[in-house]
């Protein structure tokens, strides 16, 4: 009795995620549309899917419920990977700038 | 005492210890996997985005119909897929086998319908003469960059459809549990969380407006 509660509780909580993950997909399309370019607009929709990859990788991918130490490992060592692949923009702003005029 | 101790010299528990994150090591694996998998999508996405920033008059070929309402679509297969996924894995951990087998097929078959898109965008695309180095708009690399990174996703996508087909396979003959199915369950999910970051960054800020 007490399992199928939990499990009903789960099951609805794995729906309100889903909505969540398509409603905000859909707020990315919304986005793509408006006035905003740019930087402006990268940062918008990398908000939105840092926030949709949260959702899943807490609730679908279910590390929530996970042991500390394994969110701590997997996640410090991948954040700060990706963080230093952020070292290449400067680069690349240089490349844009450096082009000749025709 | 097992063979394996005996080898061990009756040394086999101080050296057999329990795992400091407490689940099975295929979830470890699958875990240490997905990480080197994130990075993997990761350096194609910042490769692309390099390539992108540092090209004046980068194309922007997406027309909203077909090329955005096929990505919404396949969006919306792809998210559902992974609730189908969730509810098989509910069924098989409560013990009900025939839902679990019908969950997790009817995820493979949104996986099928997915690529089946992907395909269609893809021919969409090489129909409008775009190939790995040339194209009509102008920046020679958009096709290699565009092909690179859909086509990783949807390598995994592929592979996702069989690995979950030969899984339910050996779960209704009983080789494999509910355990697998969640190792695997993870894969999925995967997958569909790379794609929330190629749609906006490889689709959505290259729209025609």
């Known amino acids: ?37 740019g930087p402006q607009l990268f940062m918008r929709m990398l908000c939105v899917a840092v926030v949709q990859a949260g959702l899943a990788l807490m609730f679908f991918m279910h590390l929530r419920s996970e042991r500390r130490t394994l969110i701590l490992s997997l996640g410090i060592s991948t954040i700060f990977v990706l963080a230093m692949m952020n070292m290449i923009w400067t680069d690349s702003f240089r490349l844009l700038n450096f082009r000749l005029p025709k | 005492m097992s063979e394996a101790n005996l080898a061990l010299g009756g040394h086999a528990p101080s050296l057999m210890e329990q795992s400091p994150f407490a689940i099975p090591s295929k979830k470890l694996v699958m875990w240490l996997f997905i990480i080197s998998d994130a990075i993997t999508f990761a350096a194609l996405l910042m490769a692309y985005g390099y390539l992108r920033n540092a090209t004046p008059n980068w194309p922007e070929p997406f ?3 077909p090329s955005v309402i096929n990505v919404m679509l396949m969006t919306f297969i792809l998210i ?5 996924m969730l509810i098989g894995l509910r069924s098989a951990k409560a013990g009900d ?11 493979v078959a949104g996986g099928i319908l997915f690529a089946l898109l992907h395909i269609r965008e893809w021919l969409g695309l090489i129909g409008q003469g775009v190939r790995l180095f040339q194209n009509p708009w102008g920046a020679s690399l958009f096709g290699a960059a565009f092909f690179s990174i859909t086509g990783l996703h949807l390598a995994h996508v592929v592979g996702g459809v069989i690995a979950l087909t030969v899984l339910a396979l050996g779960y209704r003959r009983g080789r494999y549990n509910s355990d697998d199915l969640e190792t695997w369950g993870l894969y999925w999910h995967f997958v569909d969380l790379v794609w929330m970051f190629v749609v906006p960054f490889v689709y959505l800020l290259n729209v025609a407006r």
């Not at chain 1, 509660?5 to 409603?23: F, H, P, S």
């Not at chain 2, 559902?80 to 189908?84: C, D, G, Q, R």
């Open chain 1, 1 to 37: 009795m007490e399992q199928t509660e939990r499990q009903n509780r789960g099951l609805k909580t794995y729906i309100v995620v889903y909505i969540c993950l398509l409603a905000l997909a859909g707020l990315q399309i919304v986005l793509a549309y408006t006035h905003a370019q």
């Open chain 2, 63 to 65: 027309k909203f119909s």
């Open chain 2, 80 to 84: 559902t897929s992974s609730l189908t």
């Open chain 2, 97 to 107: 086998k025939a839902g679990a087998l019908r969950w997790t097929f009817i995820t």
